[in-house]
């Protein structure tokens, strides 16, 4: 677990996809830290869950904000669930994955996506990014995937939808430095969470072990509070991105999918 400051991040923070995996791991974590949490994500049996465990575990205050990040307007209601709260740090992690021939998705599938993976962080940043410069301190993380501005078979749109994450975070990370707003964006690789399973993957029998959502968190927090860019999360990961030519991760893909039954045979 990593501890982060108070000070410069707290009282209040605000997490987006805190109901399971990697967000609900930033919760702890931040939690841990004394800072209060108010957890994002549409399903809310899930979020006061997570809430109570971090209140009672390290005796922050908690709050539960459901809304869905793909519908338009959702930062009205965030924005209005946060309005009386001295925010000082904003971890924008919410997504999902949607494995599939390009072909076979329809265009409200596209629109959602992209409303997820890329519209949904820069309202975030927008609205809380002005409210942290006003107050001259905080952060704020952006979960992305690494390799995403590569291209993904088979994670075509989400792929392309993801590498935004990246650029945004980095100009950001310019922009609101003069401000002591600091921005990390954070591209993990295969972790364990329940994301896997939507690939057909269990992690136990993975060549490559996913790595634990705490770990990935962990060194998240690390990078912001050193206001770093940019992250991977682990070694592993940082030396296949450094050695393992894009084209050959693509071909790597490529074979992983062909191996599902539902992506094995040509489109209809
Ligand atoms: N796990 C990996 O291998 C991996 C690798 C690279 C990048 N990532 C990224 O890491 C982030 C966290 O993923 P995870 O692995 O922790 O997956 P996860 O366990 O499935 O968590 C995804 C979170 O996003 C929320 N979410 C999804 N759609 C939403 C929507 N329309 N509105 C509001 N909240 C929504 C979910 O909450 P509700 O369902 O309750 O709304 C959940 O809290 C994602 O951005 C993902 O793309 C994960």
Redesign the pocket.
């Known amino acids: 677990m990593s501890k982060i400051d108070g000070k410069r991040f707290g009282p209040w923070a605000v997490i ?10 930033f919760a702890r974590q931040i939690a841990a830290s004394g800072i209060h949490v108010a957890l ?4 809310e049996p ?2 006061h869950e997570v809430g109570l465990e971090c209140s009672r575990e390290f005796g922050v205050e908690h709050r539960v904000i459901v ?5 338009e307007g ?1 930062i009205a209601r965030i924005a209005e669930a946060t309005r009386e709260l001295d925010v000082g740090l904003v971890i924008s ?5 949607n494995p599939g021939r390009f072909l076979d998705k329809n265009s409200d599938e596209l629109a ?1 996506t992209l409303r ?2 890329a519209l ?1 962080h820069a309202e975030m940043a927008r609205h809380f990014g002005r409210r942290l410069v006003d107050r001259g301190r905080g952060g704020l993380a952006f ?4 390799g995403a501005e590569n291209g993904a078979p088979f994670m075509a749109h ?1 792929g392309a939808a ?1 590498a935004y994450v990246r650029s945004l975070a980095l100009a950001l990370h310019e922009e609101f430095k003069p401000f002591g707003v600091y921005v990390t964006a954070v ?10 399973a ?1 690939f057909g993957l269990d992690p136990k029998t993975m060549p490559l072990k ?1 790595m634990l ?1 705490g770990d990935v968190v962990r060194e998240g927090l690390q990078a912001l509070s050193a206001n770093r860019a940019t992250l991977i999360p682990g070694r592993m990961n940082r030396m296949m991105r450094a050695v393992v030519p894009a084209s050959v991760t693509r071909s790597m893909m490529m074979r992983m999918f062909a191996n599902m039954p539902e992506l094995a045979n040509p489109p209809s």
């Not at 809304?67 to 519908?71: C, F, G, I, N, S």
């Not at 992690?93 to 994955?97: K, L, R, V, Y």
């Open positions: 987006t996809g805190a109901s399971s995996g990697i967000g609900r791991e994002v994500a549409r399903r899930q979020l809304a869905d990040l793909a519908v959702f992690n919410a997504g999902s994955a959602m997820l993976s949904a979960v992305g995937a690494v989400d993801k591209a993990p690789g295969p972790t364990d969470t329940p994301v896997l939507r996913p959502a």
